[in-house]
């Protein structure tokens, strides 16, 4: 699985109504270990910027990180 760093972060409120019971969850940009970007959720405790994360599933294209 990938790793990498959060380069930002944020938290959504309202979400898109396919995502409405979700909300509200963390989505972050991630710069990751082998270069590049990728955006994706985050699972578990919130991250901030700089914090460590690594990517624990993929869910129809989306990769979901947590604080590793």
């Known amino acids: 699985m990938r790793s990498g760093t959060v380069y930002t972060e944020t938290v959504i409120y ?6 409405a019971k979700e909300a509200p969850y963390q989505t972050a940009i991630v710069s990751l270990d082998g270069g590049g970007r990728v955006t994706g959720r985050i699972l578990g405790g919130r991250v901030s910027i700089d914090d460590r994360v690594v990517e624990v599933e993929e869910r129809s294209g989306v990769p979901f990180f947590q604080k590793a």
């Open 14 to 19: 309202s979400a898109p109504e396919a995502f």
